[in-house]
Nanobody, 127 residues
Framework: QVQLAESGGGLVQAGGSLRLSCLASGGTITMYTMGWFRQAPGKEREFVAAITWSGGTTSYADSVKGRFTISRDNAKNTVYLQMNSLKSEDTAVYYC????????????????????WGQGTQVTVSS
Protein backbone atom coordinates (compact mmCIF):
# COMPACT_ATOMS: atom_id res chain seq x y z
CA GLN A 1 0.00 0.00 0.00
CA VAL A 2 1.23 3.46 -0.81
CA GLN A 3 2.59 5.61 2.01
CA LEU A 4 1.89 9.33 1.93
CA ALA A 5 4.02 11.93 3.69
CA GLU A 6 2.95 15.56 3.97
CA SER A 7 5.35 18.42 4.49
CA GLY A 8 5.43 22.19 4.29
CA GLY A 9 3.22 23.09 7.20
CA GLY A 10 4.14 25.70 9.76
CA LEU A 11 3.23 28.97 11.38
CA VAL A 12 2.30 31.87 9.14
CA GLN A 13 0.62 35.23 9.61
CA ALA A 14 -2.82 35.91 8.23
CA GLY A 15 -2.57 36.90 4.59
CA GLY A 16 0.53 34.82 4.08
CA SER A 17 1.17 31.73 1.96
CA LEU A 18 2.32 28.17 2.37
CA ARG A 19 2.83 25.31 -0.04
CA LEU A 20 2.16 21.81 1.20
CA SER A 21 3.64 18.76 -0.47
CA CYS A 22 2.57 15.14 -0.33
CA LEU A 23 5.16 12.60 -1.40
CA ALA A 24 4.06 9.05 -2.11
CA SER A 25 6.29 6.03 -1.62
CA GLY A 26 5.80 2.31 -1.96
CA GLY A 27 3.38 2.86 -4.80
CA THR A 28 2.33 5.27 -7.51
CA ILE A 29 -0.22 8.07 -7.47
CA THR A 30 -0.30 8.24 -11.26
CA MET A 31 -3.65 6.48 -11.72
CA TYR A 32 -5.44 7.96 -8.72
CA THR A 33 -7.40 11.02 -7.74
CA MET A 34 -5.60 12.73 -4.87
CA GLY A 35 -7.17 14.90 -2.22
CA TRP A 36 -6.34 17.25 0.61
CA PHE A 37 -8.42 17.32 3.78
CA ARG A 38 -8.03 19.18 7.05
CA GLN A 39 -9.11 18.83 10.63
CA ALA A 40 -9.23 21.64 13.13
CA PRO A 41 -9.34 21.04 16.89
CA GLY A 42 -12.79 19.89 17.98
CA LYS A 43 -14.05 19.63 14.41
CA GLU A 44 -14.57 16.84 11.94
CA ARG A 45 -12.21 16.25 9.06
CA GLU A 46 -13.30 18.29 6.05
CA PHE A 47 -12.58 18.27 2.36
CA VAL A 48 -10.25 20.95 1.01
CA ALA A 49 -9.36 20.07 -2.59
CA ALA A 50 -8.96 17.18 -4.99
CA ILE A 51 -7.43 16.53 -8.39
CA THR A 52 -8.05 13.72 -10.85
CA TRP A 53 -5.34 11.30 -11.90
CA SER A 54 -4.60 13.25 -15.09
CA GLY A 55 -4.70 16.61 -13.36
CA GLY A 56 -7.40 17.70 -15.77
CA THR A 57 -10.13 18.29 -13.21
CA THR A 58 -9.97 19.84 -9.78
CA SER A 59 -12.50 20.61 -7.08
CA TYR A 60 -12.38 22.82 -4.01
CA ALA A 61 -14.32 23.48 -0.87
CA ASP A 62 -16.16 26.78 -1.09
CA SER A 63 -14.15 28.10 1.85
CA VAL A 64 -10.86 27.88 -0.07
CA LYS A 65 -11.90 28.63 -3.67
CA GLY A 66 -9.80 31.35 -5.19
CA ARG A 67 -7.16 31.06 -2.46
CA PHE A 68 -5.89 27.46 -2.66
CA THR A 69 -4.60 25.58 -5.69
CA ILE A 70 -4.06 21.84 -5.91
CA SER A 71 -1.62 20.42 -8.42
CA ARG A 72 0.33 17.25 -9.04
CA ASP A 73 3.56 16.04 -10.57
CA ASN A 74 3.10 12.37 -11.37
CA ALA A 75 6.73 12.00 -12.38
CA LYS A 76 7.70 13.01 -8.85
CA ASN A 77 4.85 11.07 -7.23
CA THR A 78 3.91 14.29 -5.46
CA VAL A 79 0.80 16.37 -4.91
CA TYR A 80 0.87 20.00 -3.86
CA LEU A 81 -1.46 22.44 -2.17
CA GLN A 82 -0.61 26.10 -2.66
CA MET A 83 -2.35 28.15 0.00
CA ASN A 84 -2.55 31.92 -0.39
CA SER A 85 -4.32 34.64 1.56
CA LEU A 86 -4.41 32.40 4.60
CA LYS A 87 -6.92 33.09 7.34
CA SER A 88 -7.00 32.08 10.98
CA GLU A 89 -9.84 29.69 10.17
CA ASP A 90 -7.47 27.74 7.92
CA THR A 91 -5.61 26.57 11.01
CA ALA A 92 -5.77 22.78 11.04
CA VAL A 93 -3.86 19.59 10.46
CA TYR A 94 -3.78 18.99 6.71
CA TYR A 95 -3.92 15.47 5.33
CA CYS A 96 -3.16 14.10 1.91
CA UNK A 97 -5.18 11.14 0.65
CA UNK A 98 -5.29 8.78 -2.33
CA UNK A 99 -8.55 7.54 -3.82
CA UNK A 100 -9.48 3.91 -3.30
CA UNK A 101 -10.03 3.25 -7.01
CA UNK A 102 -7.98 4.19 -10.06
CA UNK A 103 -9.08 6.40 -12.94
CA UNK A 104 -12.07 7.99 -11.23
CA UNK A 105 -13.57 10.65 -13.44
CA UNK A 106 -14.44 13.22 -10.81
CA UNK A 107 -12.39 14.57 -7.89
CA UNK A 108 -14.85 13.80 -5.08
CA UNK A 109 -14.72 15.26 -1.61
CA UNK A 110 -16.17 12.29 0.30
CA UNK A 111 -13.47 10.97 2.67
CA UNK A 112 -14.85 7.44 2.29
CA UNK A 113 -13.68 7.46 -1.34
CA UNK A 114 -10.07 7.67 -0.15
CA UNK A 115 -8.21 4.64 1.10
CA UNK A 116 -4.70 5.83 1.91
CA TRP A 117 -3.91 8.75 4.20
CA GLY A 118 -0.83 10.54 5.36
CA GLN A 119 -0.02 11.48 8.95
CA GLY A 120 -0.80 15.15 8.43
CA THR A 121 1.06 18.42 8.71
CA GLN A 122 0.10 21.25 11.04
CA VAL A 123 -0.78 24.63 9.58
CA THR A 124 -1.23 27.47 12.04
CA VAL A 125 -2.32 30.91 10.89
CA SER A 126 -1.92 33.72 13.37
CA SER A 127 -4.18 36.75 13.17
Amino acid sequence: QVQLAESGGGLVQAGGSLRLSCLASGGTITMYTMGWFRQAPGKEREFVAAITWSGGTTSYADSVKGRFTISRDNAKNTVYLQMNSLKSEDTAVYYCAQARFAFTAQPRGDPDRYGSWGQGTQVTVSS
